[in-house]
């Protein structure tokens, strides 16, 4: 199975950077993604981690660390649509996706 | 393109009532996941199937949840009898073939009285 960390809640200010970590023990693993779903949406995919290494996609960039079991999510130059909540789920051998609880984000003015 | 879609939106009915919610994936996609999140438990994986063969489902909390996936565009999730426990938001989602992320439908909001 799998078991996967990440905090409950963070608060930032526009303009600003924030780190959303996530840590993960599995019994497979085959990648691990992030998405973020704002309040009563459906989840949408933002990145994916499969190699050890940063993952630059614009705003967005995500970080792999197999060995440690650690993944971060950055976002850079926040904009009050950032807030939402971020999801880190790990892929097992079998292609199932298992969700961390989730973050919720909060961009303030 | 089209994305997931799921219907209904939103639905309300009495416990003890059959329950069918409803999801045609993207075109293509060979696997469809059905999820259920709730703000106790997360989003949990109930089953998924590939090339409409159900995988694995473990997920699905008891027998009186059902899944089929009669064709490569269809696929619907039963609930019968409905509990209030039941009520969350229901998701369905697809993915093609290799290292494909999935992507999410809107959801079935139901609530169960």
């Known amino acids: 199975g799998q078991n996967i960390d990440q905090p409950t809640e963070m608060t930032a200010t526009e303009g600003a950077i924030v780190q959303i970590n996530c840590t993960y023990q599995t019994s497979g693993f085959n990648g691990l993604f992030w998405y973020q779903q704002h309040a009563g949406e459906a989840p949408t995919f933002l990145s994916y981690?499969?190699?050890?290494g940063l993952e630059e996609k614009g705003r967005f960039s995500s970080f792999l660390s197999r060995s440690k079991g650690y993944s971060y999510l950055l976002l850079k130059e926040l904009q009050m649509k950032d807030s939402a909540s971020y999801l880190c789920?790990?892929?097992?051998?079998?292609?199932?996706?298992?969700f961390g609880a989730g973050t919720t984000v909060t961009v303030r003015a | 393109d089209a994305g997931v879609i799921q219907s209904p939106r939103h639905e309300v009915t009495e416990m003890g009532q059959e329950v069918t919610l409803r999801c045609k994936p993207i075109?293509?996609?060979?696997?469809l996941f059905w999820y259920r999140q709730t703000m106790m438990r997360g989003l949990e994986l109930l089953i998924y199937?590939?090339?409409?063969?159900?995988?694995?489902d473990s997920g699905m909390p008891e027998d009186r949840f059902s899944a089929k996936m009669p064709n490569a565009s269809f696929s619907t999730l039963k609930i019968q009898p409905s509990e209030p426990r039941d009520s969350a938001v229901y998701f369905c989602?697809?993915?093609?073939?290799?290292?494909?992320?999935?992507?999410f439908g809107d959801g079935t909001r139901l609530s169960i009285l």
């Open positions: 075109s293509g996609h060979d696997y």
């Open positions: 981690n499969v190699l050890d």
């Open positions: 789920a790990v892929r097992d051998g079998d292609y199932k996706l298992s």
């Open positions: 199937f590939n090339n409409n063969v159900p995988i694995d």
């Open positions: 989602a697809s993915r093609g073939p290799g290292e494909q992320p999935q992507h």
